[in-house]
Nanobody, 120 residues
């Protein structure tokens, strides 16, 4: 399984970014982030079919995870960005066929990460 995350950058608070995670197949996919002083934390996840999604409370209503199955790509649309959203964002994949995990250990494959910096 190969995962390639992209789309990070520098944005002002209140702005938007869209991250992409290109995969070698269609898997349950999660986004995690690790801030400068925080541990890696769950952001969002989507099922292989795209019919189910999960979000952390801190991003619910601001971020949207979606999937383009034809391109084997998962997107994370991030709106109303806050300085607390700064960090390295990782996409991860799992072969599990039921449920959407929020823990890092639920996922077996990880991309290289893309840096998101939100300035005040």
């Amino acid at each position: 399984v190969q995962l390639q995350a992209s789309g990070g950058g520098l944005v002002q608070a209140g702005g938007s970014l869209r991250l992409s995670c290109a995969a070698s197949g269609r898997y349950v996919t999660g986004w995690f982030r690790q801030g400068p002083v925080t541990e890696r934390q769950f952001v969002a996840a989507i099922s292989g079919s795209g019919s189910s999604t999960e979000y952390s409370d801190s991003v619910k209503g601001r971020f949207t995870i979606s999937r383009d199955s034809a391109k084997n790509t998962v997107y994370l649309q991030m709106n109303s960005l806050q300085t607390e959203d700064t960090g390295v964002y990782y996409c991860a994949a799992s072969f599990r066929t039921s449920g959407l995990g929020r823990g890092s250990s639920w996922y077996s494959y990880w991309g290289q990460g893309t840096l998101v910096t939100v300035s005040s």
